[in-house]
C-alpha cells in the first residue's frame, strides 16, 4: 500500500491515536481557561480571566506548532534524528540583538524597544538573516548540508560568545532586566503580536 501509511490498520490506528489526543488537548486547554477562576462561571469578570489566560495558552499552542513543525522539518531535510534547529544560531543571534541593544542604549533602551515595531524588527532581522546565508548555501552546484551546519554552529558559538562578553559588562541591575526579557514566559506573551505571528506560523 503506497503513503505514509502501510497498511489501513495503521491508518486507523493513527487517526484514533490524533482523536483521542486533539481531544484531550480541548478538555487541558478548557481547564486551564476555567480552573482556579475565582469569578462564576459565563460572568464577565470570568471571561476577563479566561481571555488574559487564553493569550497565554494560543502562545503555547504557536511554540509548540513552531517548535514541533521546524524540528521535524530540519531532522527530515539534515537526515538526523539527533540535532535540533537549536544549532543554526538562531537563538544566539536572538540573545545578541536584545543584548546589543542593552549593551549600546542601557536598561531604559531594551524597555523602550519592547515594542510593536521592535518586534517586526526583530522579524526581519532574523528571517533575512536565514534567507541570506542558508539559502545561498543550498542553492547551486556547491550546496552543501554540512556546510550548512558547521556555518550554522561557528555563528551561534561566535554570537553566543559575543552576547556572554557584553552581558559580563553590564550593571546587575541590567542583567537582572535583560535575564528576565531571554526567558521565554507564556504569561509574558503579548497578544499585539500574535496577527504577525500566526500568519508565520501558518505559512
Known amino acids: 500500500m503506497s503513503g505514509s501509511f502501510r497498511t489501513s490498520s495503521d491508518r486507523t490506528k493513527y487517526w484514533i491515536l490524533m482523536g483521542v489526543l ?3 488537548s480541548l478538555l487541558a486547554t478548557f481547564g486551564l481557561l476555567a480552573y482556579d477562576n475565582p469569578m462564576a462561571f459565563g460572568t464577565r469578570r470570568f471571561w476577563i480571566i479566561a481571555q488574559r489566560r487564553a493569550d497565554a495558552v494560543t502562545a503555547m499552542g504557536i511554540v509548540a506548532l513552531c517548535q514541533a513543525v521546524s ?8 537526515n538526523n534524528k539527533i540535532i535540533t534547529p537549536g544549532i543554526m544560531g538562531f537563538q544566539s543571534l536572538y540573545a545578541a540583538i ?17 515594542t510593536f515595531e521592535m518586534f517586526l524588527f526583530q522579524v526581519l532581522v532574523m ?3 536565514s534567507f541570506l546565508l ?5 542553492r547551486g552546484k556547491n550546496a552543501n548540508m554540512h556546510s ?4 550554522g554552529i561557528i ?5 553566543g560568545s559575543l552576547s556572554t562578553f557584553m552581558q559580563r559588562m553590564l550593571t546587575p541591575s541590567e542583567f537582572d532586566i535583560l535575564t528576565a526579557r531571554l526567558f521565554g514566559s507564556v504569561n509574558n ?6 496577527p504577525v505571528a500566526v500568519p508565520l506560523v501558518v505559512g
Request: net charge negative; glycine share 16%; aromatic share 18%.
Open 98 to 114: 536584545h543584548t546589543s541593544t542593552i549593551f549600546f542604549f542601557g536598561a531604559t533602551g531594551l524597555l523602550n524597544a519592547r
Open 189 to 194: 506573551a503579548e497578544a499585539e503580536y500574535y
Open 155 to 159: 555563528l551561534g558559538g561566535g554570537l
Open 148 to 151: 550548512m551546519l558547521l556555518v
Open 134 to 138: 542558508y539559502g545561498w548555501l543550498l
Open 22 to 24: 486533539l481531544a484531550g
Open 71 to 78: 524540528t521535524i522539518a530540519f531532522q527530515t531535510v539534515a
Open 127 to 129: 528571517v533575512g538573516f
